[in-house]
């Protein structure tokens, strides 16, 4: 084989190459990275419990603008994490606000203020809280495909339900 074929045949493969992985990251990219970072705004924890955070009627009739945005990485636990954000135009306190499953897992937020157009990770997994990412603890995986994730306020009215994918 002469070396002008073999040239051929590399550039050829490493063509095909790039082609292949650029689709598995587009991919990848659209199905498991499907929030943007950019969204995310960081959410501050009430540090001084005398300070009043204004608070969301709770009244199951009123909508409060808050959703569960997705379930990531279901079924692994160290890639699991379900995003949550809110978009109103106060402040909203979702102390006592409870993530759950339907298999009776709970996960119960901790004294958390969301800001306008805020959003925050709750991650399956053990760690250490920041003001956007919380960890549940779990050392198993919690969500599973075509189960719902829901929102419940602290009066146990659903909020906001999404269907794993």
């Given at each position: 084989?002469?070396?002008?074929?073999?040239?051929?045949?590399?550039?050829?493969?490493?063509?095909?190459?790039a082609c292949v992985t650029s689709a598995i990251l587009f991919w990848y990219?659209?199905?498991?990275?499907?929030?943007n970072p950019s969204v995310l705004q960081p959410v501050a924890p009430l540090v001084n419990q005398n300070v009043s955070v204004p608070q969301a009627t709770l009244d199951p009739e009123v909508e409060i603008p808050v959703e569960i945005v997705s379930v990531i990485g279901a079924g692994t636990l160290s890639a699991e994490w379900v995003v949550v954000s809110?978009?109103?135009?106060?402040?909203?306190?979702?102390?006592?606000?409870?993530?759950?499953?339907?298999?009776?897992?709970?996960?119960?937020?901790?004294?958390?203020?969301?800001?306008?157009?805020?959003?925050?990770?709750?991650?399956?997994a053990s760690g250490t809280n920041t003001v956007i990412d919380l960890y549940w603890g779990k050392s198993d995986p919690v969500w599973q495909s075509g189960e719902e994730a829901q929102l419940f306020d602290p009066n146990g009215n659903v909020r906001a339900v999404y269907k794993v994918p």
């Open positions: 084989m002469d070396r002008r074929r073999l040239l051929s045949y590399l550039f050829l493969n490493v063509l095909v190459s990219h659209q199905n498991y990275r499907s929030v809110y978009t109103g135009e106060d402040q909203i306190n979702l102390a006592n606000w409870e993530l759950r499953d339907e298999d009776k897992n709970v996960f119960i937020f901790p004294q958390l203020v969301l800001h306008p157009n805020g959003a925050v990770q709750i991650h399956t």
